[in-house]
């Protein structure tokens, strides 16, 4: 019960504890979303990366002149559509690029986004913990209260008991004195009126 006194005197109720204590939860399901965000982005930003790494480019071909290594020649038609089909194929090529360029980039900076709303979410989560361990909630210091009326109402008890007992035991031992005391007279007076009865039963004996 000593424990549950100092407890008590040291207890410190906060009035918002239980708004704090959601806060603190709303804030760790931020952060672990922000952290789920940023690993599925750090996956699309690792393929985007490797996509554009020099051995992953498309190759632009020149048919043209493979075909004239081959010993083939093309009338101006057909080279005309070939140069159209290489330079469409080359746009091809460098708007890929760029669009994997930008998205990388739209990519790192939620990351970085990201990073700072983390950091700032941790931050005042960090704050709201340190209130929760300083602090308690008032259903808190309620119940460890509660805990202590009990435990006092019994110590009360046991010892309203052991003063019961002690007083039966007192009684008892107040009683066998008396009993050993009537005792002890009844003997001292048999004792002394013995002589006297025996010698009127004497006289009366002598009579008849």
């Excluded at 009990?150 to 309203?160: I, P, Q, V």
């Excluded at 003997?187 to 009865?197: G, M, N, P, Q, V």
Aim: some cysteine.
């Amino acid at each position: 019960m000593l424990q549950e006194k100092k407890s008590l005197a040291s207890f410190k109720v906060h009035h918002k504890y239980t708004e704090i204590q959601c806060t603190a939860n709303e804030l760790t399901k931020k952060i672990h979303k922000l952290n789920n965000k940023n690993l599925m982005l750090r996956r699309k930003l690792d393929q985007y990366c490797e996509s554009t790494s020099p051995g992953k480019n498309p190759q632009q071909l020149d048919i043209l002149k493979l075909y004239q290594e081959a010993g083939i020649n093309f009338g101006d038609a057909v080279k005309k559509t070939l140069d159209e089909t290489q330079i469409f194929h080359s746009e091809v090529i460098k708007n890929r690029a760029n669009f994997l360029k930008a998205e990388i980039c739209e990519i790192e900076s939620v990351l970085g986004r990201n990073n700072t709303s983390i950091e700032r979410l941790s931050t005042e989560r960090a704050d709201a913990m340190v209130l929760l361990q300083s602090h308690g909630a008032l259903e808190d210091y309620n119940t460890l209260h509660s805990v202590l009326l009990e435990k006092s109402a019994l110590l009360n008890d046991t010892k309203l008991k052991i003063s019961e007992i002690k007083s039966m035991a007192e009684k008892k031992k107040a009683i066998k004195a008396k009993r050993v005391e009537l005792d002890s007279y009844i003997l001292r007076d048999f004792e002394e009126s013995r002589k006297s009865w025996e010698i009127a039963v004497t006289s009366s004996m002598k009579i008849h």
